[in-house]
Nanobody
Framework: QVQLVESGGGSVQAGGSLRLSCAAS????????MGWFRQAPGKEREGVAG???????TYGDSVKGRFSISRDSTKTTLYLQMNSLKVDNTAMYYC????????????????????WGQGTQVNVSS
């Protein structure tokens, strides 16, 4: 069964860190580009970070320098290291994947992806 399962969310104070994980199963992880998205209540889903099949990455402007996306092909797991968290980073975080290489621009567009996880909640308090 092809699926993505996120974990690592939780509650943290502003300035703290969390690492999200996205475990992929049921397909050849190496052939997919992947991304992290988030959605806060009442807001649209936004792209946080993306990593292409070749390892190239991109980040949303609001997280550059604070978040880092990586992938471990041996563990078929995608990660999002989040540092210096802010209250407005509170949201449900989702990972997503799509076959092959896509443009760096499209890595942050939700309609570029075909498979989504169920999400993990991140709450940042002041």
């Amino acid at each position: 069964q092809v699926q993505l399962v996120e974990s690592g969310g939780g509650s943290v104070q502003a300035g703290g860190s969390l690492r999200l994980s996205c475990a992929a199963s049921g397909y050849n992880f190496r052939w997919y580009s992947m991304g992290w998205f988030r959605q806060a209540p009442g807001k649209e889903r936004e792209g946080v970070a993306g990593i292409n099949r070749d390892g190239s990455t991109t980040y949303g402007d609001s997280v550059k320098g604070r978040f880092s996306i990586s992938r471990d092909s041996t563990k078929t797991t995608l990660y999002l290291q989040m540092n210096s968290l802010k209250v407005d980073n509170t949201a449900m975080y989702y990972c997503a994947s799509v076959t092959g290489q896509i443009s760096v621009y499209r890595l942050l567009l939700s309609d570029a992806y075909s498979l989504w996880g169920q999400g993990t909640q991140v709450n940042v308090s002041s």
